[in-house]
């Protein structure tokens, strides 16, 4: 069973950059797509961008002149990095297997932006 | 981008009680690529359905999607106490960006 686990920061402040890691257990990152996702409390799914294991991404255009999406298949991670956060920015952030549907999720951790 | 609109917002029904919910594209999804989720408080969303139709691995046999073009239920064909939740469709035939729409939520009456 794949298991997905989310890390980073919970705290980041405005302006600054948010950078989440996500790691991969139980199968192998090569072969399938990963995803990001994020939740702001209380409200609706946003997809924020996938990558392949070979590195290549798509990004949501409403987020695209900010956003990163990496991966490191030698640890089985994949991360995001999201630049000049404001308080839109605080969400629960997912990361996902997938590109299109998404059958396996991290539990998600809550990123705050605050000074 | 596509634009889902899920109805209604709320649905207050009984356990053993049948729940049909509703997803409306802003146009049509390409191939039918759409899913559901189910997502209860604190946790993951949890995938139910792909491809309009299909059911996700260990999905109990309740739980069926149908539809095509811009119009796609969910059904739950008897609630059980566990269905208590709030479900989400997701359209991915036109992306990215793949899009999910607002939620229904569906609360023991």
């Known amino acids: 069973q794949v298991q997905l686990q989310e890390s980073g920061p919970g705290l980041v402040k405005p302006s600054e950059t948010l950078s989440l890691t996500c790691t991969v257990s139980?199968?192998?990152?090569?072969?399938?797509?990963w995803s990001w996702i994020r939740q702001p409390p209380g409200k609706g799914l946003e997809w924020i961008g996938y990558?392949?294991?070979?590195?290549?991404?798509a990004y949501n255009p409403s987020l695209k002149s900010r956003v990163t999406i990496s991966v490191d298949t030698s640890k089985n991670q994949y991360s995001l990095r999201l630049s000049s956060v404001t308080a839109a920015d605080t969400a629960v952030y997912y990361c996902?297997?997938?590109?299109?549907?998404?059958?396996?999720w991290g539990r998600g951790t809550l990123v705050t932006v605050s000074s | 981008e596509i634009v889902l609109t899920q109805s209604p917002a709320t649905l207050s029904l009984s356990p053993g009680e049948r729940a049909t919910l509703s997803c409306g594209a802003s146009?049509?999804?390409?191939?039918?690529?759409l899913a559901w989720y189910q997502q209860k408080p604190g946790l993951a969303p949890r995938l139910l359905i792909y491809?309009?139709?299909s059911r996700a691995t260990g999905i109990p046999d309740r739980f069926s999607g149908s539809g095509s073009g811009t119009d796609f239920t969910l059904t739950i064909s008897r609630l059980e106490p566990e269905d208590f939740a709030v479900y989400y469709c997701?359209?991915?035939?036109?992306?990215?960006?793949?899009?999910f729409g607002g939620g229904t939520k569906v609360e023991i009456k």
């Open positions: 139980g199968g192998s990152i090569s072969g399938s797509y």
């Open positions: 146009q049509s999804i390409r191939s039918s690529y």
């Open positions: 990558i392949y294991y070979s590195g290549n991404t």
């Open positions: 996902a297997r997938g590109g299109w549907s998404f059958d396996f």
């Open positions: 997701q359209q991915y035939g036109n992306s990215p960006p793949t899009t």
């Open positions: 491809d309009a139709s």
